[in-house]
């Protein structure tokens, strides 16, 4: 999420510092440019107004802003108006992070004005000679018509224009108590005039101990809005508006879920590309509830499950997902070649990744979402996704290693159930050796064979094929550029929708970790979730005045 941070003070600095160390937070400081030298801040920094509300509310939209924290100094008099005005305007999360004003302590003699004009004159009722100004360098004007005073101007620039005669200290704070009393000693200062500014608050004290009188100029009214008053207050406000970031693999959805502080099942997982038309897996996992108290036998599920895809069971190993599939294949086979952009399990598991060394390859690639043409090859193909982009088991490359993903085809992450189809007898014999015992739990094994009698490839394909297209009507529609695929998944242009969307109980996969930032794939969810995921959608077009 990008977060616009209206800067100028320490508060503001120190914001910058917090959140550019925070994930999933992208910060951008905003000065007005009063000042020609400038403190280094930790992030892109844009200088000057952004031409009223109208040029702001424009700035959000077309930067994305996710939230805005105004953390413009407490006599920032059009800024805060403005921001407020902005965010309401776009939608745009709002903070007004504002230090707390001076707190008046007993020996404190303290005159509150409610401007520079009435404090000009109260230095007439303090009968006043020698005086300090802490008012900023642009605020001078009503002093330089006051008889009789000595003026010592410090500002953190030299002003333009000062009072006749006056002395000028430049210095930027934060300043000490010692150096406070030391200043006003060493100008044998009378008064003090200072805006309520709040904050660092040595030279306060240190009139305080001098007995020395105090001009202070009230604070002109702020904005009605959500206020912090410090730096980690403000923090934990952009915190709380941040989903989760993104996981390496998508399936955020129990994150996000305690985030948003409702139920897993509220939160729609387009994150993760599942047949939309899958049977009801947890029903079957019920109904074999009692099987937990056996141990698991793989050998019928297997014999099922081979004869289905029309290969020998002997060459065919049940996993534990199809995570297990392949850190089992690649613990056989540990060099390997992926091209990228491709799935970040085989890099994860392959001993070694070289240029050269057979292949493994996602058919249709992850994330690209393209089938493989027929001339392609590979040593290792990743089916996960092949029956329900093709409508059969598999492109049947007897040669080379197959895996495959029964958690996708039957929606049932949850339960972890995938496969290896071996090149040979002898080399499904060695997966087998390697697997530990017992991997693929009973429940997952008990429902192989009532979910293969309820599974219809031809048809599920055949019925994605349109839903996806409807979708990737409904986002061009809706402005968005989308790639389409062979896949149950498309793949859309949008920095910053990922958290825009999960804000709203949708959840997508961010495809940084693919090397593809700013793109989201979304599954093809079935009629329900499509109107969900539009309505959602519409929402963050809405906020975000039309743009996608
Ligand atoms: P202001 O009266 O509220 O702002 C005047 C105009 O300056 C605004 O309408 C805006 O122009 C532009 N602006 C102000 N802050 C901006 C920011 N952070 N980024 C981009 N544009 C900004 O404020 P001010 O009293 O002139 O103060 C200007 C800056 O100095 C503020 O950032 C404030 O934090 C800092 N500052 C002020 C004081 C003080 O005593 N006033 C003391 C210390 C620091 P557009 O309308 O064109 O957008």
């Known amino acids: 999420m990008k977060v616009l941070v209206l800067a ?48 702001l509310r424009r700035f959000l939209r077309s930067e994305r802003v996710g939230a805005v924290v105004d953390a413009t100094h407490p006599f920032a008099a059009r800024m805060p108006h403005h921001a407020l005005a902005a965010a309401r305007g776009t939608g745009t999360p709002h903070l007004r992070l504002r230090r707390p004003p001076y707190q008046h302590r007993p020996g ?24 300090l100004l802490t008012v900023g360098r642009l605020d001078l004007e009503p002093f330089s018509t006051v008889p009789g005073v000595h003026f010592v101007v410090r500002s953190v620039e030299p002003p333009a224009q000062g009072p006749p005669g006056a002395t000028i200290v430049t210095a930027r704070g934060p300043f000490t108590v010692d150096g406070e009393r030391a200043l006003l000693a060493g100008h044998d200062i009378d008064a003090l005039v200072t805006k309520d500014s709040g904050g660092d608050d040595a030279k306060i004290r240190a009139a305080r101990a001098a007995g020395i009188a105090v001009a202070m100029v009230r604070r002109p009214p702020d904005v009605d809005a959500t206020i912090a008053t410090d730096a980690s207050a403000a923090q934990a406000w952009v915190r709380a508006l941040t989903p989760p970031a993104p996981g390496p693999h998508g399936g955020d959805a129990a994150a996000l879920a305690a985030w948003l502080g409702t139920d897993l099942d509220a939160v729609l997982d387009l994150s993760v590309s599942l047949n939309p038309d899958a049977p009801d897996a947890a029903r079957l996992v019920a109904r074999a509830a009692t099987r937990v108290g056996h141990y698991p036998d793989p050998r019928q599920p297997t014999r099922a499950l081979a004869g289905a895809i029309g290969v020998d069971p002997g060459r065919l190993v049940l996993t ?16 390997g070649w992926v091209e990228d952009p491709e799935f970040s399990l085989y890099a994860r598991h392959l001993a070694e990744v070289r240029e050269g060394a057979p292949r493994w390859r996602s058919n249709p690639s992850n994330p690209l979402g393209r089938l493989a043409p027929g001339s392609a090859e590979a040593a290792v193909w990743d089916e996960a996704f092949y029956p329900l982009a093709s409508g059969t088991w598999t492109r049947g490359d007897d040669r080379a290693w197959r895996v495959g993903s029964l958690t996708k085809l039957w929606a049932c992450p949850g339960l972890r159930l995938g496969y290896v189809i071996a090149p040979t007898l002898e080399l499904a014999e060695a997966i087998r050796s390697r697997q530990p015992r017992w991997a693929v739990n009973a429940l997952a094994l008990a429902v192989v064979e009532p979910l293969l009698a309820e599974t219809d490839l031809a048809g599920w394909a055949a019925a994605i094929r349109p839903r996806r297209i409807q979708l990737v009507q409904a986002l ?17 242009e949008a920095p910053g929708l990922r958290d825009l969307l999960a804000r709203r109980a949708v959840l997508v996969r961010d495809c940084t970790s693919f090397g593809m930032p700013g793109v989201v794939r979304m599954a093809v969810p079935d009629d329900a979730g499509l109107d969900r995921l539009l309505t959602a959608v519409d929402g963050v077009r809405r906020d975000a005045g039309g743009a996608p």
């Open 476 to 492: 061009m529609a809706r402005g968005f550029a989308v790639r389409d695929t062979d896949a149950c998944w498309v793949l859309v």
């Open 8 to 55: 100028g003070t320490r508060e503001a600095r120190e914001l910058i510092e917090l959140l550019a160390a925070e994930p999933g937070v992208e910060v951008v400081a905003s000065l007005a440019g009063r000042t020609s030298s400038r403190v280094e801040l930790p992030c892109p920094v844009r200088v000057g107004g952004f031409g009223g509300v109208d040029g």
């Open 108 to 131: 404190d003699r303290w005159v509150e004005v409610d401007d520079m004009a009435a404090a000009a004159v109260a230095l007439r009722r303090l009968d006043a000679r020698r005086v």
């Open 320 to 335: 534990n997902g199809g995570a297990e599939a392949i850190a089992l294949v690649a613990a056989h086979e540990p060099v």
